[in-house]
């Protein structure tokens, strides 16, 4: 890269710059198959590829859940946040700045407050929003940028530019925060986000006017519980690209190829077919180290035999795909390794069965995580890890699951709202309490592993001791035998009849399972089959779009 020649002030505003924004912010994908950077552009989703037993044609819910232009998709969001926000008042919120990673002028690439993103659309540095809480009305605020700036990283885009792509009312400069909030704040309250917005505001607010940031997060939090349809398309979109790149792992893997390499396959093939980003730090963990929950790809070798965990999720307009699939190494499941995938797999269709059942009628996530466990147990006897003196009789399973054996083998929940971050946020957290309601998108991520530090602590509990077989479970981790982890990402349609009007691929009762619509495999005989295909990876740098 070119040596900058600017001073201290100068080199600053790199931080915030505008970094191919036009690019970032342009609805590319070969999935959705069109573009969305205009203001009056929009796109019908793609039917989901044809790959593990998806419809090649257009399914029924491919008009309903059809990308947006973005000031269609963001408007929408921007309007559902100020019908439940009944402080009134302004509302204010920024994109935050590239946090800089070393030196004067090096920055990590930036991504804006997921908070902004849902309002605005917007993903570049440097922005704000203020939103009359009443009327909607939205300026965009941008950074006013030296004319430099157009040669070190790019073109500025015009106030005119910019508005047409967000669709906002007015887009005015930054610097002109102060005279925008005397002419609209008319004695109203002004609301923001905790931190640096709200210690700007302080300084520029006229008379009489108050900066509160104790009521702006929970409403978007709120908001952000339940997506629209076009939000919904955004996630089926990532869906899409991660899904094939989760596919084109299983086909490059060999032994002697490292955890990195494997990494790297997932970032080319989701960022061929349109997803700018990853969602979050990708999980490769080869054997032993799959039995680490948020293990980061390291230079482990792929071992024969071993067991590979996935955990990974490209975005789409910061929207993103949380997928994890367990693949063998050498294209086979055999042993030891089979038998504790089917259980994963099963427990994963239990936990789908009870959710789809429910739908929007009653059913709580923590109903499909307890039916999820009560098949790990199963499984898990079957395979000799629990004792049969112990897990028998009537009342076995109630007495492990009070004893937490289950947790030895699955520390985790079955899953966690999905949206904008990869554990979205709601009114009750990331983890969704009660009720599901139409409209929530979660995962459902069974596992099963074996955990040296979790064996040795029920070794020393009393309760949940007597239910394992520590021989056959320390023997199969020292084989290199880590874990395994199915994760599906599904959207809780609406309540009243199954289906909730819409079929096709991934429809199942009261879900519609977003991953198995974009066509990722997960039975046994699947994997096995697309691992048995040649990676073709210059037919993957084809699909560069964007």
């Not at 289950?406 to 709601?426: A, E």
């Not at 977003?514 to 699909?543: I, N, Y």
């Amino acid at each position: 890269m070119g040596t900058s020649s600017a001073s201290g002030p100068a080199s600053a505003w790199r931080g915030h710059m505008h970094r191919g924004t036009a690019a970032r912010c342009a609805t590319v994908t070969a999935a959705a198959g069109a573009s969305s950077s205009g203001a009056a552009a929009t796109a019908t989703v793609a039917a989901p590829p044809s790959a593990a037993g998806a419809s090649s044609s257009a399914p029924d819910w491919s008009e309903r859940f059809r990308v947006r232009s973005v000031p269609e998709q963001f408007r929408e969001t921007r309007q559902k946040v100020c019908k439940e926000f009944l402080a009134g008042g302004l509302l204010y919120l920024e994109s935050g700045e590239a946090p800089a990673r070393n030196g004067s002028d090096v920055f990590h690439r930036h991504r804006s407050h997921s908070h902004f993103v849902y309002v605005t659309g917007c993903m570049a540095p440097g922005y704000g929003a203020l939103i009359d809480g009443e009327t909607g009305h939205f300026t965009l605020l941008a950074p006013r940028l030296p004319e430099e700036a157009a040669y070190w990283v790019g073109a500025v885009p015009s106030l005119e530019q910019l508005q047409q792509q967000y669709g906002a009312d007015r887009v005015a400069y930054m610097d002109e925060l102060k005279s925008l909030l005397a002419a609209a704040a008319r004695g109203r309250d002004v609301h923001t986000l905790p931190g640096a917005a709200a210690d700007k505001l302080k300084g520029v607010v006229p008379a009489g006017c108050r900066v509160t940031s104790d009521i702006l997060t929970s409403t978007i939090d709120r908001c952000r519980a339940t997506k629209t349809d076009a939000e919904v398309a955004c996630l089926y979109t990532a869906s899409v690209a991660s899904g094939a790149a989760h596919m084109d792992m299983w086909r490059a893997c060999r032994p002697g190829l490292t955890e990195f390499q494997l990494e790297a396959v997932f970032a080319l093939s989701s960022r061929c077919r349109g997803a700018p980003d990853l969602g979050y730090p990708v999980i490769v963990g080869t054997g032993p180290n799959a039995a680490v929950m948020h293990y980061e790809a390291g230079p482990a070798a792929v071992e024969p035999g071993h067991l590979v965990l996935v955990d990974a999720g490209a975005e789409w307009r910061c929207y993103t795909a949380d997928i994890s699939r367990t693949f063998p190494a050498s294209g086979r499941f055999e042993g030891a390794a089979r038998d504790l995938y089917a259980t994963v797999l099963a427990a994963q269709h239990r936990a789908l069965e009870v959710l789809s059942a429910g739908g929007g009628s009653g059913v709580s996530l923590q109903d499909g995580d307890r039916a999820a466990r009560l098949v790990l147990l199963e499984g898990l006897r079957g395979m000799g890890l629990l004792r049969p003196e112990a897990a028998s009789g009537s009342g076995w399973l109630e007495a492990a699951l009070e004893a937490k054996v289950d947790r030895t083998f699955m520390p985790h929940g079955v899953g966690h709202h999905l949206g904008l971050d990869v554990h979205d946020t709601s009114d009750t957290g990331p983890v969704p309490k009660g009720a599901l309601a139409p409209g929530m998108v979660v995962t459902v991520e069974p596992g099963a592993y074996l955990i040296p530090p979790l064996l040795a602590k029920a070794r020393a509990d009393p309760k949940a001791a007597p239910f394992i077989n520590f021989d056959l479970a320390e023997s199969l981790a020292a084989a290199g035998l880590g874990g395994v982890r199915i994760e599906d990402n599904v959207l809780l349609l609406d309540g009243g009849k199954a289906g909730a009007g819409v079929s096709g691929a991934g429809v199942q009762g009261r879900l519609f399972n977003l991953t198995v619509a974009a066509g990722c495999a997960k039975e046994m005989a699947e994997v096995e089959d697309v691992m048995g295909e040649e990676w073709r990876p210059a037919e993957a740098m084809s699909r560069v779009v964007g």
